[in-house]
């Protein structure tokens, strides 16, 4: 306060000390009170602000920890994608080769497929297929990355010293994951690839080739993944290989089967050639003899006939009963003669039948008609179970008679006493169904398949007794397949026999 | 007035064969001659000079531009060996083409005046509309070639282009095709006007995470100190890595992965830098210019914020033209996406080619770097060098 009054003292405003101090004083302390507020306020303020910047540095710490937080999934997961990425273009480039080596069977094609640029494809920098030759050597058949002196250094190397190709002949694979430090250097310095994968192609012949892949660059390591690819890709190019040997077996064999085929065929048709021209030589000899045969055999039954009816001279009993049996022999010989030259004709195709579309039922009433006296003989009882309705057949009607009228004579020669003969048809859409049926002695197995051939006669009592040209059945059979038809047998010994056989129906 | 366009393809194994196939299917698809102005990407697989060469005299002698690039896009394919050529023959579009080849580092940004010069000469009064422009792969600060560009065009000038590269092949050797000369260490261009409206648009996709960070030092492209602290340690912080860890290249995908972003002012919009690696002492070297001080972030993306971003790109082309469609596509896609999307890259370019039309021919590549105007939605904005981008130009 007295400095204040010195001070307002020496003021010149000629306003006295007191009134001044009556004036400043409360002035003063009302501007003193201000600054004290003001700065109190001050640091208050500047004590908030250093919170809150202590605040903000905070928030951009944890901003900071968060962001380390995403940059480090981020990478994480970019790292993940990437091998993901890189293990889907690698399974898709799998497959791509996979199937283009799968889709030959040619060993060479199988190596220009896999060329140059499957290593490329599976994310590989190297790669070399070395197959074993037959001398046991391996060939290189694939490679990139690789110049051929190292191309040769390798083979060379593996010559020389072929330890880890022990290994390999075990079915394991090698690789720079797996291997002890020693073989890792060892592999390195022969490959001269810091990463690598060999895996062996072993087949049913043990160890057939090995597969190297691998990378030189430090930022491309092996994976475990890469170790499956190529495990895969190596089984792949041992099956293809086995499939490829496998046809090239299967071709050969083929191939010699063909030839064997082509061989037999040509001896079949020589002989086939042959035996038709034994055949036409024997239908032709057949023909020329029987003609030759029938002309004095007429003469011979004309002549017989002549001195049998006693115009000539008388002829004392015992002569004429050799004259009747010379008459009914020849009988006999013409008959065989005619059936051999009608086998002949129909054999060899001269014969012409004379087709008529016709009624068959009244070829069948004469033909019946003709046997019924030996049937009565024998007193065996004949059924005709005939359909009603029978269409019109293209036949030529004498030989068909000629068909009844041997298959009802043969039943009934070989059905004893009071049996029975049934004739049955069946229309079918497109042919005639006959049977001939009897209760006959029946016919052996054995005897079946040769029946129709020509002269062959069935082994038994009644055949024995009675005479037969063999001829019959041949020549029905011969009639039947001139009509397009088709004819069978069944048969059981002792209880009887089945002629079956067709006849088409007639074109509408 | 007219303008017809054909766009070739092959990837025929021999140079001769491919160029020939490619430039004779463009061809076939004009009905006029001769043939004004040719657009040509190839992969290494391809000898560069044989492939001009074959191309110019199937064509007869056009004006050439383009470069070579680990994937080429004509259409929907996309090739990682092939060559894809746009023949135009138009009344309407003016092309004056340059170029300044054994580009050293000393003199990035004259060379890129004097690209820009030698684009002008023969445009004389002719309305300028937009410069393309093809760079090599080894020349970091690219950004300094833009800016000798700017120098004479001025930065508003609408400029677009692509860093070629040979990444997938490993080579160390990128081209910059000028006529039938296949230039490296070289700048080539085309500055296209006169009757035709001119589309630029390119987005990335990426999302900042993590706090603002601030290079606190930087030399160049190279950053060598973020928040005091050395710069690697953004990368061993968020990875829980050591900087030898950084140096091994099984954690190479990282620093792709997760660019920088530099914040823009004014403007919610990122500017990638891609480090191409790390130092000894932990400084980033970025493909581009950091500016100092600018505010950084470490950036992600996934495929949908990279697809969305694309259709976004195109969206904003499709609005500029104003339901007019344009003539032809050129498209520069950072090889980072095609890497990064795998198959899923090609529908990325089917999105776009839906939303611009499918008929419009479309050629294009993958780049190492994309040059465009950053603020998007005025098409004069000022062009940047950027990372993992897509970037169209529409030429109506």
């Known amino acids: 306060m007295e400095l204040l009054k010195q001070i307002l003292n020496n003021t010149t405003f000629g306003i006295d000390t007191d009134t001044l101090l009556i004036i400043f004083g409360p002035i003063s302390i009302v501007v003193a009170g ?206 293809s290989l086995e499939n490829a040997k496998l046809f090239e077996a299967v071709f050969r064999s083929r191939k010699d089967l063909e030839s064997n085929v082509q061989e037999r065929t040509k001896e079949l048709t020589s002989a086939l050639d042959a035996l038709k021209r034994i055949s036409r030589a024997k239908s032709e000899f057949v023909s020329a003899v029987s003609h030759e045969l029938r002309t004095p055999l007429t003469s011979i039954k004309g002549y017989a006939s002549i001195l049998m009816t006693g115009k000539i001279g008388h002829i004392p009993p015992d002569v004429k009963e050799r004259l009747e049996k010379i008459n009914k022999h020849s009988d006999n010989l013409v008959k065989f003669i005619n059936d051999l030259l009608d086998v002949a004709r129909i054999e060899s195709g001269r014969a012409e039948m004379k087709f008529i579309t016709t009624n068959i039922i009244p070829i069948i009433d004469n033909a019946c008609d003709i046997l019924t006296p030996q049937m009565k003989e024998k007193n065996i009882q004949f059924v005709m179970q005939l359909g009603t309705a029978i269409p019109h057949l293209t036949i030529d009607a004498i030989q068909i008679e000629r068909v009844f009228i041997n298959l009802l004579s043969n039943a009934i020669k ?95 | 007035m007219s303008t017809q366009l054909g766009l070739g393809f092959s990837q025929q194994p021999s140079t001769a064969q491919a160029a020939r196939e490619a430039a004779l299917e463009a061809k076939s698809q004009l009905s006029s001659y001769p043939i004004d102005f040719v657009i040509v990407f190839a992969t290494a697989h391809y000898g560069p000079l044989e492939t001009l060469r074959s191309i110019r005299q199937a064509l007869g002698e056009p004006k050439t531009i383009g470069c070579t690039t680990s994937v080429v896009i004509t259409g929907d394919k996309i090739a990682t060996q092939g060559i894809g050529i746009l023949v135009i023959q138009s009344s309407d579009i003016k092309i004056s083409l340059g170029s300044v080849s054994d580009v050293t580092s000393a003199y990035l940004k004259s ?110 492209a190279t950053i060598k100190s973020i928040d005091h602290k050395r710069a690697s340690f953004l990368y061993e912080e968020y990875f829980e890595l050591t900087l030898d860890d950084l140096h091994k290249k099984t954690h190479s995908p990282i620093l792709n992965l997760y660019p920088l972003g530099i914040r823009m002012d004014d403007d919610r919009e990122y500017l990638l830098r891609k480090v191409n690696h790390i130092l000894g002492d932990g400084s980033l070297v970025c493909q581009g210019d950091v500016p100092e001080g600018s505010e950084i972030h470490l950036m992600m993306t996934n495929k949908d914020f990279l697809k969305q971003s694309a259709m976004n790109a195109a969206f904003e082309i499709k609005d500029s033209f104003r339901g007019r469609a344009p003539k032809f596509i050129l498209v520069m896609a950072s090889l980072f996406r095609y890497e990064f999307l795998g198959k899923d890259f090609v529908k990325e370019i089917r999105a776009i080619r839906d939303i611009l039309g499918n008929d419009i021919p479309l050629i294009g590549m993958c780049s190492s770097g994309e040059i465009a105007p950053l603020t998007s939605k005025e098409l004069f904005g000022q062009a940047v060098l950027n990372n993992g981008t897509f970037s169209i130009m529409a030429v109506g």
Not at chain 1, 85 to 109: Q, V
Not at chain 1, 111 to 121: I, N, P
Not at chain 1, 471 to 486: D, P, Q, R, S, Y
Not at chain 2, 149 to 158: L, M, N, R, S, Y
């Open chain 1, 34 to 239: 201000f600054m004290a507020y003001f700065l109190f306020r001050q640091k208050m303020i500047i004590r908030v602000l250093h919170r809150n910047l202590e605040k903000l540095e905070q928030s951009f710490r944890d901003l900071d920890e968060q962001a380390k937080l995403i940059v480090r999934t981020d990478l994480v997961l970019n790292k993940t994608q990437e091998e993901l990425d890189k293990r889907l273009t690698s399974l898709n480039a799998l497959h791509k080769i996979s199937f283009s080596i799968s889709t030959t069977l040619d060993a060479d094609e199988i190596y220009h497929r896999l060329g140059y640029s499957f290593a490329r494809d599976l994310g590989f920098e190297k790669s070399c297929l070395l197959m074993r030759d037959p001398l046991k050597n391996f060939q290189c058949q694939a490679q990139r990355g690789f110049s051929k002196e190292a191309v040769e250094n390798i083979r060379e190397s593996i010559h020389k010293d072929s330890s880890f190709v022990a290994a390999l002949k075990e079915g394991k694979s090698l690789s720079s994951l797996n291997c002890l430090p020693q073989k890792i250097d060892k592999i390195i310095q022969i490959f001269n690839t810091k990463h690598f994968i060999i895996n062996p192609i072993i087949t049913q012949e043990g160890m057939v080739g090995l597969l190297f892949v691998g990378n030189h660059t430090d930022s491309l390591p092996i994976t475990q993944s890469d170790e499956e690819l190529s495990a895969i890709l190596s089984n792949q190019i041992r099956q």
């Open chain 1, 414 to 508: 070989f059905t004893g006493q009071n049996g029975s003969i049934t004739l049955r048809s069946q229309p079918q859409p497109h042919h005639v169904l006959f049977e001939i049926s009897d209760t006959g002695i029946g016919i052996g197995e054995e005897d079946l398949p040769k029946l129709f051939d020509e002269f062959y006669r069935v082994d038994n009592t009644i055949n024995q007794n009675l005479q037969g040209t063999g001829l019959g059945l041949t020549l029905v059979k011969n009639i039947i397949e001139a009509h397009k038809g088709k004819i069978w047998v069944a048969s059981k010994l002792n209880q009887g026999t089945t002629f079956h056989f067709t006849l088409p129906v007639a074109a509408t």
């Open chain 2, 111 to 220: 060379a890129g005046s004097q690209l820009a010069r030698l684009t002008m000469k023969e445009f004389k009064e002719t309305r300028r509309n937009a410069l393309l422009v093809f760079c090599d792969e080894f020349q970091y600060d690219h950004i300094h070639i833009l800016a000798g560009i700017q120098e004479i065009f001025g930065k508003a000038f609408p400029i677009t282009g692509a860093i070629s590269n040979s990444s997938l092949m490993s080579l160390k050797e990128t081209y910059q095709f000028y006529q039938d000369k296949p230039l490296t260490h070289a700048l080539s261009a085309a500055l296209i006007g006169g009757n035709c409206q001119i589309g630029l648009s390119h987005r990335h996709g990426f999302k900042p995470i993590g706090r603002p960070r601030f290079a606190t030092k930087v030399q160049g």
